[in-house]
């Protein structure tokens, strides 16, 4: 066996000898999430006004200032988990009906 004498040297051997033990190594696949029905997403292409995108800011920016940085989609999946079933939907769809041009 001969010897190395330079740091050069040693340090490549050593890097040789943990490329070979990390190749012998076996690699386990990392866990699945179970696919169920509950985890099927369906995407959607929406259409926002300015009033729209200041309310998702004001949502955003609340979670950041309660230490939770989310996305504009968690934003939106908030307000319609949130949303009241009451009076006020009818008031905010005769709004946007009447914002929309539709009827």
Request: proline share 8%; glycine share 0%.
């Given at each position: 066996m001969t010897k190395h004498k330079t740091l050069q040297d040693r340090l490549a051997r050593s890097?040789?000898?943990?490329?070979?033990?990390?190749?012998?190594?076996?690699?386990?696949?990392?866990?699945?999430?179970?696919?169920?029905?509950?985890?099927?997403?369906?995407?959607?292409?929406?259409?926002?006004?300015?009033?729209d995108l200041a309310k998702l800011d004001d949502i955003r920016s609340f979670m950041k200032a309660n230490g939770k940085w989310i996305t504009t989609s968690q934003a939106i999946k908030l307000a319609l988990r949130t949303a009241p079933h009451s009076n006020d939907l009818m008031e905010a769809m005769v709004a946007i009906q009447a914002e929309d041009g539709r009827v």
């Open positions: 890097l040789d000898q943990m490329n070979k033990n990390e190749a012998k190594t076996p690699k386990s696949a990392p866990a699945a999430l179970p696919r169920t029905s509950d985890r099927k997403c369906k995407k959607l292409c929406i259409s926002l006004f300015q009033t």
